[in-house]
């Protein structure tokens, strides 16, 4: 559909959010130092509430794919649809994946599904990168093109509204009041904005030396055997798989049960392939016995796997791992040291 | 909701002990499963935990499943101590069969080790039942020791069907009573058995055994398009959602766990 455009101001978006809290579980990103987190609704917290900034220190996939969901029975308490504001581009791209893996082939998870489903995804534009950024060496962008309802773009006091689902139109239409229209120049405003978060991710990337997807695309299956780069990057790896958990594209789950009075019980938990016991076998085979094999495996996944069968590479330059990892394993490093061949040694050697 | 993490419980009819390590438990799902040939389930002690297991019965028998088990870890030992009259779930079935159709008019090879033996036990009893679509039926099978042999009740049935269904036994370790070959089952497997121009291999057994069983049958002169590997990973969810049994480009779960030597040899690590 073509995605049109309005303008709301700073207070009539918060009345609009206090509104939509008695039908929906509202959530948005809050400023917590130097983090940003999101958590429910509250107007009482409201000069807290941060939708521009950068993504959230937490990946939006737990909201749709949370990290423990029981999915033996279907009685699940809160049913009530959520919003999720303030998504930035690099998590709504995270989407492709997640959608991929849980909606297509033969069998559709209908937990996801109906997460899925239930959720009216609210996006904004960054306002401002972090030395950590490089979605656009990874085909992206610092402000939400696709995957969204409805799109913000903060200008000023106000944000340009861009709509683009059904479910989108459909809380414009219900709070029309909220919604003007917006001027030539405020589209100026965010696309100043835009260029500028733009350049400050390019120059992150270029201070890096970040190869782009161009240069990446079957860097891991030509540089396999170069162990010795795997061992470095991983010799200070301490297994606690962070990098696994704060990543939005990660997917991969461990189906665990529980006995309880009130029954047997099943849950999906999100599960690390950085872990020793990954690919382990009750009788003890492993095909990844070695950490540098599981690191290995998971820049082939990401970066190997996935632009194989679905010409998508499962990174959207969040930079999360980079920030979670207690090693300082710096997944930009690796990619530079596949691409060239070259690496320095990580600095706790 | 359709939900394919859910399981159907089943009761165990019959527990039947195989060797120190190895039961057969014999299930009645309370709806019926089918499956074919190669392809694997999950059962699980509800309330504990599931694992991945290829049936090794009929997969034209379709109201009871058997399950060849060997204690490996949490989720086997548990199983081990279950008694008839017990209810465990099932799910599945998952993956793909053996092609059977692929291997009509031709001489079939094939070789077991350890409880490896389960799969192609459901297998034989596929061939058994179209006997005479197969040019030859060959079975080499190789345990640790004679107390180590899985079926041992039933192999000489086996070895009636049709007249052309040629079976060896060996051991790694020999004792007083053991008449058969003595080594490893490699050590049986010999030029001349089968006409490779028209045969199919069949491996499946510990990762070690199946490694150097390809190495010996492409010595033979099977080519790696015919020799299909049971290459079972850590397989959960069933669905290619869970990730835990990528080998390279695919899932064990959903593209195999049967694989051809040819898909799979150059993958990384393939007999971990």
């Known amino acids: 559909m073509e995605k049109k455009t309005y303008k709301i101001t700073k207070k009539d978006l918060y009345d609009l959010f206090a509104r939509l809290s008695a039908n929906y579980r509202v959530f948005l990103p809050y400023a917590d130092g130097q983090r940003l987190d999101f958590g429910e609704f509250d107007p009482k917290k409201e000069d807290r509430i941060e939708l521009g900034g950068i993504r959230q220190s937490r990946p939006v996939k737990g909201f749709i794919n949370p990290p423990r969901e029981k999915i033996l029975d279907t ?41 899925r489903n239930n959720t009216i995804i609210i996006g904004c534009d960054c306002t401002y990168a972090k030395e950590t950024c490089f979605c656009l060496a990874m085909e992206g962008a610092p402000y939400p093109q696709k995957n969204f309802d409805i799109n913000l773009s903060p200008a000023g006091d106000s944000f340009i509204v861009e709509v683009a689902s059904e479910k989108g139109e459909n809380i414009i239409n219900n709070f029309k009041m909220f919604f003007k229209n917006h001027s030539a120049t405020d589209l100026n405003v965010r696309q100043a904005n835009r260029e500028k978060v733009s350049r400050e991710v390019r120059y992150f990337i270029d201070k890096r030396g970040t190869p782009d997807t161009s240069a990446i695309r079957g860097a891991v299956k030509k540089s396999y055997n170069l162990t010795e780069l795997w061992k470095d990057f991983a010799s200070t790896c301490v297994e606690c798989g962070a990098c696994n958990l704060v990543c939005p594209t990660c997917h ?39 950490l540098y094999e599981r690191l290995r495996n998971r820049f082939e996944k990401k970066f190997d796997f996935f632009p194989q069968i679905l010409n998508y590479f499962a990174c959207t330059g969040c930079g999360r791992c980079i920030e979670a990892c207690p090693g300082d394993i710096d997944l930009r490093e690796v990619l530079k040291g596949l691409v060239t061949g070259k690496w320095n040694k990580p600095p706790h050697e | 909701m359709n939900n394919p993490y859910a399981y159907t419980e089943a009761e165990i009819l019959k527990v039947v002990d195989e060797t120190q390590n190895i039961k057969t438990f014999t299930l009645r799902p309370k709806t019926g499963i089918g499956f074919r040939a190669g392809q694997f389930m999950d059962v699980s002690l509800p309330g504990i935990g599931e694992a991945p297991f290829t049936p090794s019965s009929n997969h034209y028998v379709k109201d009871v499943l058997d399950f060849t088990i060997m204690r490996a870890g949490r989720v086997t030992s548990l199983i081990h101590q279950a008694k008839a009259g017990d209810i465990v779930g099932v799910r599945g079935p998952y993956g793909l069969g053996y092609p059977l159709n692929e291997f009509k008019g031709k001489e079939v090879f094939i070789v077991g080790g350890g409880v490896g033996l389960a799969p192609l036990r459901a297998l034989l009893y596929a061939l058994f039942n179209e006997v005479n679509d197969y040019k030859k039926i060959v079975l080499k099978y190789g345990a640790k020791t004679s107390k180590d042999i899985v079926y041992k009740n039933e192999i000489d049935s086996w070895r009636a069907k049709a007249g052309h269904v040629d079976i060896e036994i060996s051991v790694d370790v020999g004792d007083d009573t053991w008449k058969g070959n003595v080594g490893l089952v490699t050590t049986v497997l010999k030029p001349g058995l089968v006409d490779v121009n028209n045969a199919v291999a069949i491996v499946c057994g510990p990762p070690i055994m199946m490694k150097f069983v390809t190495f010996k049958l492409l010595d033979l002169g099977f080519k790696e398009n015919t020799v299909y590997l049971s290459m079972e990973k850590n397989m959960s969810c069933g669905i290619g959602k869970c990730g835990h049994c990528r080998i390279g480009p695919y899932y064990a779960c959903k593209d195999g766990p049967v694989f051809t030597y040819d898909k799979i040899k150059d993958l990384p690590n393939i007999w971990d």
């Open chain 1, 75 to 115: 009685s699940r308490k809160d049913k009530r649809p959520v919003i999720l504001a303030g998504v930035k581009a690099c998590d709504l791209a995270s989407f492709i994946l997640q959608d991929f893996v849980f909606l297509k082939g033969e069998v559709e998870d209908p937990f996801y599904a109906e997460n």
């Open chain 1, 252 to 290: 991969c789950f461990l189906l665990y049960d529980e006995k309880t009075a009130g029954g047997n019980k099943r849950f999906r938990m999100w599960d690390a392939c950085m872990y020793n016991t990954f690919a382990r076998v009750a009788g003890g085979a492993n095909p990844r016995k070695r």
